[in-house]
């Protein structure tokens, strides 16, 4: 079955701890992206990649780094959490071949991160 | 850049009635077009998606988006809403530009279903 994968799904911590959110795709996609949703926002796009190696900012990268050194995963990293960070994160992936019916934007389940 | 407008953050609607969602895009050429849904504690459910030709969209769940690019409109409908529908739905926008890379995403309509 085609899917996101992320892990934790529910994550409650404390300020300046450092964690890493996980995020696995099984279906060869180039493109990977994290996004954040906040109430009244929508989902802001915090950091993406292109491929191996490859990544670039979002609209809101501060405070967030990101690695992509195998295709399929896309850990998202917050290396000092601060309160301002908890939000719902979402992972998704495609396979940028090119607009179609087939390519689609696959999400993950979402992870809820507190920070304390 | 390109940016999205969801003019009703909540909209509540009789069950059988029809329902209009509306989206406004800013984008100076012809944009690609989405339509999520999120239920309560879930993730997001791609409704629809534009990127060329016939302007009326047909997705899943009975749903349909008309791109009106005169109005740079996006607005989801549905002729009868089931109880299920109530959820969040987010209008998204993407360019060919930076297809596969970005979507911006509008603020969210939460849609209440009553009996």
């Known amino acids: 079955e085609a899917q996101v994968t992320q892990n934790p799904r529910y994550l409650i911590t404390v300020t300046g701890k450092k964690l890493t959110v996980t995020c696995s795709q099984n279906?060869?996609?180039?493109?990977m992206s994290w996004y954040r949703q906040d109430p009244g926002l929508g989902l802001r796009q915090i950091y993406y990649?292109?491929?191996?190696?490859?990544?670039d900012k979002g609209d809101v990268p501060e405070g967030y780094k990101v690695s992509r050194k195998e295709k399929r995963n896309f850990p998202l990293i917050l290396e000092s959490p601060s309160p301002n960070q908890t939000s719902l994160y979402f992972c998704?992936?495609?396979?940028?071949?090119?607009?179609?019916?087939?390519?689609?934007?696959?999400f993950g389940p979402g992870t809820r991160l507190t920070v304390l | 850049a390109q940016s999205v407008t969801q003019p009703d953050i909540h909209i509540t609607v009789s069950e059988g009635a029809s329902l209009e969602l509306r989206c406004n895009y800013s984008?100076?050429?012809?944009?690609?077009l989405f339509w999520y849904v999120q239920s309560p504690g879930q993730g997001l459910q791609l409704l629809l998606k534009?990127?060329?030709?016939?302007?009326l969209v047909q997705g899943i769940k009975g749903f349909e988006a008309e791109f009106k690019r005169s109005q740079s409109s996006f607005n989801l409908r549905k002729p009868s809403v089931h109880w299920s529908d109530a959820a969040e739905y987010f209008c998204a926008v993407g360019t060919p530009m930076e297809y596969g890379n970005k979507l911006v995403f509008g603020a969210g309509t939460i849609l209440r279903v009553k009996s």
């Open positions: 990649s292109m491929n191996v190696e490859v990544t």
């Open positions: 534009y990127f060329s030709g016939d302007t």
């Open positions: 998704a992936s495609i396979s940028g071949a090119g607009p179609s019916s087939t390519d689609t934007q696959y």
């Open positions: 279906m060869n996609h180039e493109y």
């Open positions: 984008y100076g050429a012809t944009p690609y």
